[in-house]
């Protein structure tokens, strides 16, 4: 019977245990299942390492910990070995809705069961790390910024109330190469940079329309507005899913991104890191086999 890891957050309330219980309950049906819950990264490595002979792994919450366990797979060096599934149990669920994987637990894990897994990318950023879904600097994390004291309160409501108070954080003078070419603006400053894996942000904000988990290339997103009315232009592009046709947007596909000058932090699947004055990503093309 194949062995297959569920790895719970330790930090996740008594709420998501009888959710947790049915979804493990539907894997067992299949596999020989083992359930840990972690919180920290060094308790994600040492799971890992003391099951030498897993088949699979499957994450029970959101981005964020989907983000941590991808990046522990990485780091011990499996991400050929261990096939990866997720039970969506976050707040904002992107990456899970570029999957199109349903919020009940148990129907979540019979998809599990039913994959016969699909090779997609993933982006690795300057320190190695990896990124399942999408990551911004400039605007996008400073909202992620503000929008974390919301977000447990308010749910998926807490990113916008974390955008509106992010609206007047000044653009970041960086300069920006994608595949080696600059990418400039007369100002010389942008509100913005993202790179994208998955199609949504922010609580299901389309901010990749065209974004493919398997095409090999990563979405990049590079906003200039420099005023009040041209970040309330851009939010109604985001909000008409039309942000690669507008002006304001600098938007292509890539293999690789840069960005050097001003430090700035950087959100990664949710997960917020200090300023650094050095971004780069890069794709890493059919890198992890998902169970969805």
């Keep these: 019977m194949p062995r297959l890891l569920a790895i719970t957050n330790a930090s996740a309330g008594t709420s998501t245990t009888s959710s947790i219980d049915a979804a493990v309950e539907v894997l067992s049906r ?21 099951r030498p002979d897993l088949d699979a792994v499957v ?36 990456f899970s ?5 349903p919020l009940d637990p148990a129907a979540a894990a019979e998809r599990i069961l039913g994959s016969e897994g699909r090779r997609i990318d993933l982006l690795e950023d300057f320190g190695g790390a990896v990124v399942v879904n999408a990551a911004s600097i ?14 447990k309160r ?27 070419r600059p990418v400039r603006r007369r100002h010389g400053h942008i509100t913005q940079l993202s790179v994208g894996n998955g199609r949504f942000v922010g609580g299901g904000t389309d901010l990749f329309p065209t974004a493919e988990i398997d095409d090999g290339q990563m979405d990049v997103q590079v906003v200039f507005a420099h005023t009040l009315a041209g970040r309330a232009a851009y939010v109604v592009r985001l909000l008409t ?52």
């Design 30 to 50: 299949v596999h020989e299942v083992d359930t840990v819950a972690t919180g920290s990264t060094d308790e994600l490595d040492a799971a890992l390492a003391e």
């Design 241 to 292: 899913r039309t942000t690669d046709e507008s002006p304001l947007v600098h938007y292509e596909r890539a293999q690789r991104v840069e960005v050097h000058g001003e430090g700035l932090r950087c959100t990664s699947d949710g997960e917020i890191s200090d300023p650094c004055p050095d971004h780069t990503w890069q794709i890493l093309p059919g890198a992890l086999t998902f169970l969805a």
């Design 154 to 180: 308010w749910g998926p409501l807490g990113y916008a109330i974390g955008a509106a108070k992010s609206a007047f954080v000044p653009d970041a003078k960086v300069e920006v190469k994608i595949d080696g």
């Design 138 to 151: 400039g605007l996008g994390a400073e909202a992620a910024v503000r929008a974390k004291r919301y977000k």
């Design 59 to 94: 994450v029970f919450g959101g981005d964020g910990s989907l983000h941590a366990v991808v990046d522990a797979v990485h780091r011990a060096g499996r991400l050929d070995d261990l096939a990866v599934g997720l039970v969506p149990l976050g707040t904002g669920n992107d």
């Design 97 to 101: 809705r570029t999957l199109g994987l």
